[in-house]
Structure formats: C-alpha cells, structure tokens
C-alpha cells in the first residue's frame, strides 16, 4: 500500500501563488507516476497535471504556463506550483499516485484551494 497526505492548499486572492506538496510513503515501488486532481462543487473530477518517474510532464490546458508539477524522488515528494491563479481555480486538489501516467491507485485525502477574485 501507498500512503499520500497532501499539503498546502488554502485561501489566495486571484494573481496569486501556492505551492501544494503530497508526500508518499509506503510501498513506493508501486508507483510509476504520480498527478493531481481537482474536483470543484457540481463539477466531475478533472486531471491537472501528471508526472512520470522521469521527466515526463501532462498538463491540463487551463493550467498550462500557470502551473508546474515536480517530485523530489529523494524526499518522496510530489509538488504543485500554481502561479497566476484564477477564481475558476478552486477545488479540492487531490494527490494521486500509480502505475500508469493517469494514476489512479492510490489517492490523498485532499486539500482545499480556493481562489477569491
């Protein structure tokens, strides 16, 4: 099994930055890639960024050029880097870790962003 706890999240005004962290521990050789997701209120789940084991990076097209993910394999730690964010923005982020470069094996408990305009 795969434990991830996310951290991070919070209140920003819109233009502004936060930075989210996951950190996995564990059966760590489980996992290939590791992503975020997001679910807003009403809204279905939605994939916002995934990196593999390399340097392979996805990113969603409404956080392109605003967002970058990267992991510190060492420190067993996935991060998220959210510049210019926007109201539309906020959801509830999720850490999600797997085998395949859409992980969807092990998940965190979520952490809040939410964006004031």
């Known amino acids: 099994q795969v434990q991830l706890v996310e951290s991070g999240g919070g209140l920003v005004q819109a233009g502004g930055s936060l930075r989210l962290s996951c950190a996995a521990s564990?059966?760590?050789?489980?996992?290939?890639?590791m992503g975020w997701y997001r679910q807003a209120p009403g809204k279905e789940r939605e994939l916002v960024a995934t990196?593999?084991?390399?340097?392979?990076?996805y990113y969603a097209d409404s956080v392109k050029g605003r967002f970058t993910i990267s992991r510190d394999n060492a420190k067993n730690t996935l991060y998220l880097q959210m510049n210019s964010l926007k109201p539309e923005d906020t959801a509830m982020y999720y850490c999600?870790?797997?085998?395949?470069?859409?992980?969807?094996?092990?998940w965190g408990q979520g952490t809040q962003v939410t964006v004031s305009s």
């Open positions: 990196i593999s084991s390399g340097v392979t990076t």
């Open positions: 999600a870790a797997g085998r395949i470069f859409t992980p969807d094996d092990y």
């Open positions: 564990g059966s760590l050789f489980l996992i290939n890639a």
